[in-house]
């Protein structure tokens, strides 16, 4: 059956109304206390550095500014952030000492507005020591790689070997052996509203009360809670009432909360900081990296009997809870929707010199899948199968189903998906659709995915990351509890309180919808209450809006407390109305004995009687004022002694097919049918269900075409707007057929599963496969690595044309940085030329910008300039270093710059050559390394910056010393670089 | 992601905002539409001491037609220039291009001459500006017209003097039995262009621009070129460029589109003009 919306069950939301006409509260609408101060946060340019000293005094003199806190400062008054895997590791949520990612806060000025608090970060001058970026994960784990953290002897944060079943002896017995070797990418489902926290501290005793968009898991709190030095009673913990997305990422507040409470304790005063776009983009949080060996024992039919996993995972630079979470979150589902018994895992997690990564919708299967399918389909190519035969005989068949590795899929029919989604979704007629688009030459291919989504996670499964030894000294970690609350007032009115942290989902409408059929009232009459408050609510470790839990736990708790509460009105109601309880009817806002509907009594005077009159209840029975029920699943056990683990407690099913067309004029990719069938059990909410997998599918079109956190060689952050981290616009979103079959779970109350993040797993790969399979036909099997972008598919189309003759590059190609080369003709002697170059009055001059220069030894220069290209300039500080001197010929420059909008360092050759006519020719070429907010936001232009600024020099050059000659004619003609 | 200070003087005369400008030099900047430069002013790239606002001088959103010139003032936004009904008879190139620019809601704010004073290199009004050999009318102490070639000088940088703005642009209108077409290519519908192409074709005579790839628009121009001549007239343009690689595209990726969107571009002007 097709999900045809025009006749699903769509539903109104209860949140729209707030939403849609903006008056929803979030984090920055909030009131805060009289005297707060804004906080603004200064962060580092480098990817690698060692922090020499931090000037702030002139940033201290700015009125309006209240406090400058350091790493140094935030230190006396918090411990470093816990780490997840037993490594002695300091994860401060501010540098200290020394900055080890692009982006990491290095200073908090609090001011009376965040403009002043901007202006101070101006005026702050730290002087650091760059250290060797370390940004390749597998460059990381050489031998000589630098260390990111002194306490270890490299930069690998963990390893662990698995091995299930007898993978080596299937290996042996198999023909053949297929293997892929993949690196997925950086990316970020980037919410529309970025992070924001509210701090207060009271000295006297409540201790720290902090509002947050923070979406769980609240096993966070306690990590918070230590890293404050204060119990968990003492950190209150609250949520705004709405939240404008999160999809993962706002898990990656918390060393903010941290961060901010500790400047409000500093500088006694309530804080309030609002993240904004480059910070987010910068430095918020991002998906892992990861590089993945992964090798398949296969028989001559496409049968696979073992996997071999070697992944490393690149963390960035700290190893910042929950990670190593990515890597483990998909423990038991490593060989996805197929029936295979022998699995061997080697998982390495590696630091780098890049923004500490975290929770993000589909955590971990975008990076198993990605692995996972193209080798199923590089299978095919190479025993020359049908992609589809491959799946099919690999696909699990019966349920429940034990995984290698120790996960129960619950329950699912993955061969009818199958089959019904390739005829439902008319897969013959894609296959024709190709044949049709290559027979007329044009470059078209169909891509396949089968996914195992899981949700629910079992909060144990982190410590599989741990040795059974470990866990055994540490104790066992297991389960994933859901909490739910009805109150009933004194007139009778319901309200349900959550433990899921919504960000936009709707839970509020599903909550109020469940609650209201169990009480027989309409769901405008339930009021459900989202925002999460520690001090108040019932919660867990497990709460939280991650690993969709709402549907399958929350819900299931929820049903748990309105069952409980209805039996016990109904026993009150059966009193009254002098029947059983069994037989009290709840419905149309009235509560009556069934088979006699007109002798009813309204639910509100049932509801509210305990609060009037205790006295007319049974007498064992307490007051029903409120229900508080904690659902907790048994099956989600600990990691057992052989590694097995149970990581997830449901299983939804996804089977995607897709075709692509690549345009042969641009290289780009376009979807031209997207076909994708789930199994998510039980469906409450068609429209919701609907809303969730076309969410999923954008960002994962996102991820598969457009994104990514992009770094330079040296650990430059490229990606710092939306320019430059195109997130797609529903001009790039392709339409999306989406089919359903439904196997309820036997294991939560509601029979749902999770539903919204499986085509962040399933649809980069399908896209990836379907471009591998257009590329076929002339490239045989390819390797790809996403996002897909035209340039990069541009190198499987046609050969460049020659060059034609007598081509010269305008730049050196070192491939390192910017490069460029220019020369100029100047009517003054060589010696006139090297003089100017050597005398610091002269050079002021000639400098763009200089604002004094000084010479502090004989071959060193330093100013004090504005540099810019059109209206962006910034003040930076020069130095400039000469060597290999041969005068007047020749000299080297080496030169660092730094300043407010970041820094850059280069080296430059310059020879001057005498000419015929007594003149001189410069020439030089250079070659520029740019980081820090420059770098961030403005990569297309730094090419032509970094040209026109250096030529700006000799172009004064040219003019000052030339100008001693002759003063009016013209002087130089510029040769290179496109003059 | 706060600005600097500046001040803010909202000019109610071309006069009042051209003596504020020669008044406070380098510092000064003017605001319209703001699409770039407000942007730039939040991330602290720009700090102006003093914005000129233009967008409440009187008579500054009133296109005309001057003298076989379509004149597009100061405050003319970009969808009330695409939006103008004649325009594809009047310059279509333009009505070729702009849609281009940017998304429906930054040409609901940005202006036209707002664009050619930024001087983005990957600027589609630039590069009609000077595809079709049109003005700039700057208005200082005195009053001069450039050719748009003349006033891209640069990567964002002009030829406009620190006490000048720009009063107007001014497109030729288009003659009879010229074909016009714009294509461009970036990562996203509305981002700025990797490689954008607009052809101008007259009987054999052929005009190609190319936006994009060099810090300024380039203009090539050959008399006749037949068929067979095409490919290694654009081939060797790709190479005369000084394409680069960065975050979003190769080197030879932009020289690869020069050659096939040039192609394409060149096919559909030729089929106009006939």
């Known amino acids: 059956m097709a999900f045809d919306t025009k006749t699903a069950d769509v539903e109104e939301r209860i949140e729209d109304g707030a939403l849609l006409s903006g008056s929803a509260q979030f984090i920055d609408d909030l009131p805060f206390a009289v005297g707060t101060l804004h906080a603004a946060i200064l962060r580092a340019p480098h990817a690698h550095a060692s922090i020499v000293s931090i000037d702030s005094s002139r940033a201290r003199a700015l009125p309006g500014v209240a406090a400058v806190i350091d790493g140094t400062a935030l230190a006396k008054v918090s411990e470093p952030l816990m780490v997840g895997v037993k490594i002695p590791i300091k994860c401060w949520p501010m540098a200290v000492d020394r900055a080890r990612y692009v982006g990491e806060p290095v200073v908090v000025v609090l001011a009376e507005d965040r403009y002043v608090a901007e202006d101070a970060l101006d005026l702050i001058e730290v002087n650091y020591t760059p250290l060797p970026p370390v940004i390749d994960p597998e460059a990381a784990l050489d031998m000589n790689a630098y260390v990111l953290h002194e306490e270890l002897e490299n930069n690998l944060g963990s390893e662990r070997t698995f091995r299930y079943g007898d993978p080596e002896s299937a290996r042996e017995a198999a023909p053949r052996c297929i293997a892929v070797k993949v690196r997925y990418p950086r990316n970020s489902c980037t919410p529309m509203e970025t992070y924001g926290v509210l701090a207060e501290y009271d000295p006297h005793g409540t201790g720290y009360d902090i509002q947050a968009n923070f979406q769980g898991p609240f096993s966070i709190h306690p990590v918070i809670a230590r890293a404050l030095k204060v119990p968990g009673s003492k950190l209150r913990l609250r949520t705004p009432p709405n939240s404008g997305g999160s999809f993962g990422v706002k898990q990656g507040v918390f060393p903010y909360i941290v961060l901010m409470a500790a400047c409000a304790r500093i500088a006694a005063r309530p804080v309030k900081w609002i993240e904004d776009r480059l910070e987010h983009l910068t430095a918020s949080v991002s998906a892992t990296n990861r590089v993945v060996e992964l090798q398949a024992a296969v028989e001559p039919d496409g049968r696979v009997t073992a996997l071999f996993w070697d992944q490393i995972e690149d963390v960035g630079a700290y190893l910042r809870a929950p990670e190593p979470a990515t890597l483990y979150r998909m423990h038991g589902n490593l060989c996805g929707a197929y029936d295979i018994a022998n699995l061997s895992v080697r998982n390495r997690i590696v630091m780098t010199n890049k923004t500490p990564t975290g929770l993000n919708r589909g955590f971990g299967g975008p990076q198993i899948y990605y692995a996972l399918e193209r080798l199923m389909q590089r299978i095919a190519q190479e025993l020359e199968l049908d992609p589809l035969d491959v799946i099919r005989r690999n696909l699990i068949s019966s349920f429940p189903y034990r995984t290698a590795s120790g996960t129960t899929y619950d329950s699912g029919d993955y061969v009818r998906a199958f089959d019904v989604a390739l005829n439902d979704g008319r897969y013959g007629e894609l296959l024709s659709r190709r044949d049709l688009a290559r027979a007329a030459g044009r470059i078209y291919g169909i891509g396949l995915t089968a996914a195992v989504e899981p949700s629910v996670s079992n909060m144990g499964y982190l410590s599989t990351a741990l040795t059974p030894a470990q866990r055994a000294k540490s104790g066992p970690k297991n389960g994933a509890h859901a909490a739910a609350t009805i109150s009933l007032d004194p007139v009778g009115s319901v309200t349900v309180q959550i433990d899921s942290v919504p960000q936009g989902q709707g839970h509020q409408t599903v909550a109020a919808k469940l609650v209201s059929g169990v009480l027989g009232l309409r769901s405008k009459d339930v009021r459900v209450v989202a925002e999460f408050d520690t001090a108040k609510d019932a919660w867990s470790i497990a709460a939280g809006n991650y690993s969709s839990r709402f549907a399958a736990s929350t819900l299931s708790a929820v049903q748990l407390a309105a069952d409980r509460l209805r039996h016990r009105l109904a026993r009150i109601a059966a009193g009254q109305l002098n029947g059983r309880p069994e037989d009290i009817v709840f419905a149309g806002g009235r509560v009556h004995l069934n088979g006699n509907p007109e002798a009813s009594i309204s639910f509100a005077r049932i509801a509210s009687a305990s609060h009037w009159a205790p006295g007319t209840l049974p007498d064992d029975m307490d007051p029903v004022v409120r229900e508080t029920a904690i659902w907790s699943p048994e099956e989600l056990a600990a990691p057992t002694g052989e590694d097995g683990i149970n990581s997830s407690l449901c299983h939804s099913f996804i089977f995607d097919f897709c075709g692509v067309e690549i345009d042969a004029v641009s290289g780009q990719v376009r979807v031209d049918r997207y076909v994708t069938m789930h199994d998510c059990g039980r469906v409450l909410h068609a429209g919701m269900v609907e809303g969730q997998i076309r969410g999923a599918f954008a960002q994962a079109i996102g991820a598969s075409l457009f994104e990514e956190f992009a770094y330079g060689p040296d650990g430059a952050f490229l990606a710092g707007t939306f320019a430059d981290y195109p997130v797609p616009t529903v001009l790039e979103i392709p339409t999306l057929d989406i089919l359903h079959i439904e196997t309820p779970s036997p294991l939560t109350l509601t029979g749902a599963k999770g539903v919204g993040e499986g085509n962040c797993m399933s649809t980069p790969v399908c896209v990836a496969n379907a471009v591998a399979d257009a590329l076929a036909p002339k490239c045989g099997a390819v390797d790809l690595v996403l996002p897909l972008t035209p340039a990069r598919i541009a190198e499987f189309l046609d050969a460049e044309p020659a060059a034609p003759e007598g081509y010269q590059p305008a730049a050196p190609t070192t491939g390192k940085g910017l490069t460029g080369r220019g020369r100029a003709k100047v009517s003054a002697s060589p010696q006139a030329i090297w003089d100017l170059l050597m005398d610091p009055e002269q050079l002021a001059a000639i400098i763009p910008g200089a604002h004094g220069v000084t010479q502090p030894s004989e071959d060193r220069f330093s100013a004090d300039v504005t540099l810019g290209v059109g209206p962006v300039k910034g003040r930076y500080k020069i130095d400039v270093a000469l060597s290999e001197l041969d005068p007047p010929s020749s000299a080297l420059l080496t030169g660092r710059a730094a300043g407010a909008l970041g820094m850059g360092e280069g080296t430059g050759h310059v020879s001057l050559t005498v000419l015929p006519d007594g003149g001189t020719e410069i020439a030089y070429e250079y070659e520029a390394r740019v980081g820090g907010k420059v770098a961030s936001v403005g990569g297309r232009l730094l090419d032509g910056a970094a040209r026109i600024v250096i030529g700006q020099f000799f172009t004064a050059l040219g003019r000052r010393a030339g100008g001693q000659r002759s003063l009016f004619a013209r002087l130089f003609v510029w040769i290179g670089d496109g003059k | ?274």
Not at chain 2, 71 to 89: E, K, M, T, W, Y
Not at chain 2, 92 to 110: C, I, K, M, N
Request: some cysteine.
């Open chain 2, 1 to 274: 992601m706060k600005p600097a200070p500046f001040d803010y003087l909202r000019a109610g005369t071309v006069q009042e905002a051209q003596a504020a400008l020669a008044a406070e030099g380098e510092g000064a900047r003017v605001i319209a539409g703001g699409q770039s430069l407000v942007a730039m002013l939040n991330m602290r790239l720009a700090r102006p001491t003093l914005l000129v606002d233009v967008m409440h001088v009187a008579g500054g959103a009133e296109i005309r037609v001057e003298r076989g010139q379509l004149v597009v003032p100061f405050a003319v936004r970009q969808a009330a220039l695409l939006n103008r009904r004649d325009l594809l008879s009047e310059v279509p190139l333009l009505a070729a291009a702009l849609p281009w620019v940017g998304h429906v809601q930054t040409r609901a704010r940005g202006t036209v001459c707002g664009s050619v004073a930024h001087a983005d290199p990957s600027a589609e009004i630039a590069l009609a500006l000077v595809a079709l050999d049109g003005r700039v009318h700057l208005r200082g102490r005195g009053a001069r017209r450039l050719p748009a070639a003349e006033f891209f000088t640069g990567m964002m940088q002009t030829a406009a003097r620190p006490d000048e703005m720009i009063e107007a642009v001014s497109f030729p209108l288009s003659q009879e039995g010229t074909g016009h077409a714009f294509n461009e290519v970036g990562i996203r519908h509305g981002d700025f262009a990797i490689v954008s192409v607009a052809a101008i074709a007259t009987g054999d005579r052929l005009r190609l621009a190319i936006g994009g790839v060099n810090d300024t628009p380039l203009v090539r121009d050959w008399s006749s070129l037949d068929e067979r001549q095409v490919d290694d007239a654009l081939n060797d343009l790709a190479w005369s460029l000084d394409a680069r690689n960065d975050l979003h595209a190769t080197a030879r990726y932009r020289r690869d589109l020069v050659r096939r969107l040039g192609r394409k571009t060149i096919k559909e002007a030729r089929q106009c003009a006939a």
